[in-house]
């Protein structure tokens, strides 16, 4: 290579090298050399590996998704264990406090990488945000089957609202994030008006369990 060094896993050191620039310079300072540079590499690298610029961003943010997806499978798991509130508190902090708000931003921020992604991810609402609010509408739904959370609880409410709160908390880049207390009294009191004590989440369980397999056995128009 003329400049820099060879990469031995070049999308994902490119894509780590764009997350760093996100989170210490902001969506603005997101250019193809300001991520080349900060790779150690030539900017030649990443044409060689991505069409044009917007295409490697759609492919950071497909895989930022990608996560999320993941992450999703581990969130539902987790259901039925430690508190509700506790859960929430975790997966929203580990959403937030990584390169996520940064990566909102940039979704914002820029026209024809929403295109992209609509494209690769069709549906309404904003790219990432979407799936994380999903994912917490899954989980929800899980603790509302335990009876861990009250029946008629309306899931595809809270998920968005949890978000929305959350992001506002981590959106200040200047002033850091937010302490951990901080994250799950917004969550607390989000969920307050659902969630159910510890001893009638356990009397409730076999009821709800049993509500949970009519559901499962009863066919869909």
Known sequence: MPTGVALRDAREQLFAAAERVLLRDGPSALTSRAVTTEAGCAKGVLHRHFADFDAFLAELVLDRIARIDAQAAALRQSAGTGTVAGNLT???????????VAVVGLIISRDDLRARLRQARPGPGLPLLTEAAAMLASYLTAERDLGRIAPDADVDTLAPTL????HLLFADRDG??????????????VIAGVVRSESRAQEAAPFYAKVTANRARTPRP
């Open 176 to 189: 850091g994030p937010p302490q951990a207390d901080a994250v799950h009294k917004m969550v607390t009191t």
């Open 90 to 100: 975790a997966v929203l902090t580990d959403l937030f406090g990584s390169v996520a």
């Open 163 to 166: 978000l929305g709160a959350s």
